[in-house]
């Protein structure tokens, strides 16, 4: 069962950045002693470089700007539930397979997000929240090579 849920997550569009395929590795079921709460935002970089490794968004919710795409409800204590800063540190990565430089976040969202911000940063104890937050990753190693990976497939780890 778990390799069959583990497929569907592998197939899936990826919301973490739309028109775009990346490498992702993990433990799967092992993971779970390798697993640390960690302000994970903090170590967003700028940008993400082709083919460098990344750790990704990990957490059970959604990030901001999804939240509002989706429609949630307009409600601080729901946006404060289920909107999540990174802070857990998996043991799992991405490599990347394109330079992504985060784009301005939209107006419409910065406008609607501006009545909730200040309670949800207290919240979550953080300082701030920006295209950073939503649309890069904390930089685990940077790769030695410029090869094109895009159409690679990762299929597993042997420890």
Not at 16 to 33: D, S
Not at 44 to 62: D, H, Q, R
Request: aromatic share 14%; proline share 4%; net charge positive.
């Amino acid at each position: 069962m778990y390799k069959f849920h583990h497929s569907i997550h592998y197939n899936e569009n990826v919301d973490f950045h739309k028109n775009k395929k990346n490498i992702f590795i993990g433990w799967g079921t092992k993971e779970g002693p390798l697993t640390e709460i960690f302000k994970c935002n903090d170590y967003y970089e700028k940008e993400i470089k082709k083919n460098n490794i990344y750790l990704p968004w990990a957490e059970l919710g959604k990030r901001p700007l999804v939240y509002w795409k989706n429609k949630e409800p307009n409600d601080q204590l729901r946006i404060n539930q289920l909107c999540r800063p990174h802070t857990t540190l998996r043991a799992s990565f991405f490599i990347s397979c394109e330079d992504i430089i985060p784009k301005v976040l939209d107006s419409e969202f910065i406008k609607w997000f501006a009545q909730y911000k200040k309670n949800w940063l207290t919240q979550h104890n953080i300082v701030k929240w920006d295209e950073i937050d939503e649309c890069s990753a904390a930089l685990l190693a940077i790769a030695n090579h410029k090869e094109d990976i895009t159409n690679l497939k990762f299929y597993k780890i042997l420890i």
